[in-house]
């Protein structure tokens, strides 16, 4: 492109952009664009001087142009002409308010058209020395925009929106107002996938079109990344609309990938709860939907209430929990169908917490989020090494324990050592101690974890992969990763009495496992047609309540001391 000033021309009728452009092309490199949207994308792409907007269009109209450009500091000094009809005084008068620098009416009159332009464009060149003279102002008055709003998109910053929401509904404590909290369905793709502006456009439209939806009655913020934040009175909030408007002006942008807004709802009852608070209520709502097809929102409700006391009973306790020994490990034994007995157990834990035991799944998924589960899992490998120990110590052969790694284990550099210093510490071969892994770990890190599964088999620790077939990459990671045996998720076993195809899938799996030289365990093993149908298809290791559930040590010990006293 030459030298010229860049010019957009922003009209859904053609022939309004093709006599512009003529009226122009002398003196501008002109840029079209057919609606607001791809103005927008335009303005990113190009270095424009000037825009000529026509006010009435479809997606995304010229106000939205105006009122996007004007909050945007970089878009903010570029001169906006709009467009309207001959007889439209209200629309006029409404786009110079919002900073419009000048209309111009159709039909174009020539003469007039080309006066108006060039009165803006020098009119913009006195601006630019006026501006130098307020700079000290300005900048004053800049600094303490900075303070409160997101520099990407303009609208209310995260410290911003906790002080003026908390303002807002403290002055108006008897309307009742809702926080929401919104999320956008794997933003990091998107980023992945397009360019970084592609997703800064996402945003900063996203953005536009919270803060118009906002309007007076509302404040609406960009919290961090791709996480929004609205308060609104609940009488004007209706969130169909809110997601539906989300939608189509992402969608008008064109991106090839679905960007899907998820949001969470906290119906305020007290205005004076600290905002952050508020906004964490809508966030656990929003988790309730997020990923799912619909319905794309959720209400914060008494069971969510519920069950975050219980995670911050859970968080509060935890420390002392693990320093008072209140977690303990229960044994699951595995039989060895061939050998008719004991060949194996699953280390599984509990919280023997002071009102009543608490089973793992209440508390591991919390632990994986905050870090915990290092350190709990690495307590449960060492309560196995000590039964392990006191077998030996006791003159009875113990079987092998295997203990679940979780996959935030594989982030900790010194994950090999700390077995390595267990094994020693209690004396044990390390094929005592087998390690269930998942698929999950392979999923996010796929090179260091078979590294790292070379590097514990080198070590004689035996893997296992737990869940197998639970996840989505199974077979491909099979390939990849050579683990010792395959623990085939629970899932399979109970669907083969309902159809035949689970069936044939497990006959496969089991044959599958022995050709690539790996044992197959088959876990949650109920009935005995369940059993029946796995000694058929030549299954040999299996672990499930038909034989026993999970038992405490010293029970465990004893089944063990009675299986060997039978096999001697
Ligand atoms: P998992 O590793 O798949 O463990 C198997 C779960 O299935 C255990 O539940 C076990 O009690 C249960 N189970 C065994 N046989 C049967 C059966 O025949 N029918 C049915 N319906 N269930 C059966 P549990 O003990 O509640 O543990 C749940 C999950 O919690 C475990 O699933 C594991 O993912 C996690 N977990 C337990 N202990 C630990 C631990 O020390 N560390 C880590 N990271 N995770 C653990
Ligand atoms: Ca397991
Ligand atoms: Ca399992």
């Not at 078979?450 to 088999?457: D, T």
């Amino acid at each position: 492109m030459d030298d010229k000033p860049v010019m957009l021309i922003v009209d859904d009728v053609e022939i309004n952009r093709v006599v512009l452009t003529q009226f122009f092309q002398e003196d501008y490199a002109i840029i079209e664009a057919e609606n607001g949207q791809e103005a927008l994308q335009a303005l990113t792409e190009h270095n424009v001087s000037i825009v000529l907007v026509d006010l009435v269009m479809p997606i995304m109209d010229g106000f939205q142009v105006l009122a996007f450009m004007k909050q945007d500091d970089q878009y903010m000094g570029i001169p906006v002409v709009v467009m309207t009809a001959n007889n439209d005084g209200d629309s006029e008068a409404r786009a110079m308010e919002m900073g419009a620098a000048d209309f111009i009416t159709k039909p174009y009159n020539p003469t007039i058209v080309r006066c108006r332009i060039r009165n803006v464009m020098a009119r913009e060149e006195n601006e630019w020395r006026r501006a130098a003279q307020v700079a000290q102002n300005r900048q004053l008055a800049e600094m303490h925009q900075f303070a409160e709003r997101d520099p990407l998109t303009g609208i209310f910053n995260r410290e911003a929106f906790y002080r003026r929401a908390s303002e807002r509904m403290q002055a108006h404590y008897q309307t009742p107002y809702s926080i929401v909290y919104m999320d956008i369905s794997c933003f990091k793709v998107v980023n992945d996938l397009f360019r970084i502006e592609t997703g800064n456009l996402v945003l900063k439209t996203a953005a536009y079109y919270l803060d118009v939806l906002a309007g007076e009655d509302g404040i609406c913020a960009r919290i961090e990344a791709d996480h929004f934040a609205l308060c609104m009175p609940t009488d004007k909030l209706d969130m169909d609309t809110v997601i539906a408007g989300l939608d189509s002006t992402i969608q008008s942008l064109g991106i090839s990938h679905n960007v899907l807004f998820y949001a969470g709802v906290y119906p305020v009852e007290n205005a004076f709860l600290p905002v952050d608070q508020m906004c964490d209520r809508a966030h656990m709502a929003l988790n309730r939907v997020k990923g799912k097809y619909m319905p794309r929102y959720a209400f914060y409700d008494k069971a969510m209430r519920d069950q975050m006391i219980e995670e911050q009973m859970i968080v509060r306790n935890m420390e002392y929990a693990l320093q008072e020994r209140q977690f303990v490990i229960k044994l699951q034994p595995v039989y060895g169908l061939q050998e008719k007995q004991v060949i194996g157990a699953e280390a599984l834990v509990r919280w023997n917490y002071p009102k009543g035991m608490i089973m793992p799944g209440k508390f591991i998924p919390i632990f994986e989020k905050n870090g915990f589960i290092v350190r709990l899992d690495r307590y449960v490998w060492e309560e196995a090494c000590k039964v392990l120990r006191s077998q030996l110590d006791e003159g009875v052969e113990p079987v092998p324990i295997s203990v679940n790694v979780s996959r935030l284990n594989f982030f900790s550099h010194d994950l090999l050592e700390f077995l390595q210093g267990l094994v020693k510490k209690y004396d044990l071969q390390p094929n005592l101690l087998k390690l269930e892994i998942t698929e999950s770990a392979y999923v996010e890190n796929p090179h260091q974890l078979m590294a790292m599964v070379r590097a514990f088999r080198g070590n004689g620790f035996p893997v296992m992969m737990d869940d197998f077939g639970s996840g989505f990459s199974s077979l491909s990671m099979l390939k990849d990763l050579p683990v010792d045996v395959l623990k085939i998720d629970m899932a399979f076993v109970q669907e083969v009495d309902k159809s035949s195809r689970a069936g044939a899938i497990m006959e496969t799996v089991v044959e599958l496992g022995q050709r690539l030289h790996m044992n197959v365990v088959v876990e949650g093993v109920e009935t005995k047609e369940q059993l029946d149908f796995l000694e058929r298809i030549g299954c040999r290791e299996v672990q499930g309540y038909y034989f026993a559930k999970p038992m405490d040590v010293e029970s465990f010990k004893g089944l063990v001391k009675r299986s060997r006293n039978i096999a001697e």
